[in-house]
């Protein structure tokens, strides 16, 4: 391998291991969970939301049947009145991944008429980073004693992490490392 791809090289495993570190602190959800994105079986979307704590840069999958769903980010009004004419964004691919990268709601529904007033519609709060902070753990006093004679735990890991919270079968991280690994080869080759 000559200087030039050697150095390519270099550029593309450093480029992969800087987006796996960035998706790998990044959470990602299925809309709805096993049920995904539909108005059968009356999913209680509010409810499924409700129960989570969503993070600048976590990642919601909208899974469903193309033929008869789409997916359309709205303003807060359009999402409480049930308005599909002036969409922020739409997906229509029927497997959608939506990476939440600003904090606040994110209002979603289905344009399908009838859809959203039947209840496929959520409002996703990614929290603030303040609030989402964990306190930092005290920093051991000299000597490596905590002086209130406890030991000083480390940080756990964010409740949210990736490991846990990725999709059985399916990991951002694993088809961005692919996709960069495809890159790598058309560079080197």
Same mark, same amino acid.
């Given at each position: 391998m000559g200087v030039g791809a050697a150095r390519r090289a270099a550029v593309a495993a450093?480029? +992969?291991?800087?987006v796996l570190a960035g998706v790998a602190s990044a959470a990602v959800y299925e809309v709805g969970g096993k049920i995904g994105w539909t108005v059968m079986g009356n999913p209680d979307y509010a409810g499924w939301a409700g129960n989570k704590t969503f993070h600048k840069n976590?990642?919601?999958v909208f899974t469903y049947?193309?033929?008869?769903h789409n997916v359309m980010a709205v303003s807060k009004a359009d999402y409480k009145n049930c308005v599909a004419n002036?969409?922020? +964004?739409?997906?229509s691919t029927g497997n959608d991944s939506v990476v939440l990268n600003t904090t606040g709601h994110h209002y979603f529904i289905c344009g399908f008429?009838?859809?959203?007033?039947?209840?496929q519609k959520v409002d996703?709060?990614?929290?603030s980073s303040a609030a989402s902070s964990p306190a930092p753990a005290p920093a051991p006093s000299g000597g490596g004693s905590n002086p209130s004679g406890g030991a000083t735990a480390a940080p756990s890991p964010h409740p949210n992490a990736a490991p846990k919270a990725l999709l059985g079968g399916s990991s951002v991280a694993a088809t961005v490392a692919a996709s960069l690994l495809s890159l790598a080869a058309a560079v080197l080759a």
């Open positions: 450093l480029l +992969a291991v800087a976590d990642v919601v049947n193309k033929q008869y002036k969409p922020i +964004a739409t997906w008429t009838g859809h959203c007033a039947a209840g996703i709060r990614v929290a």
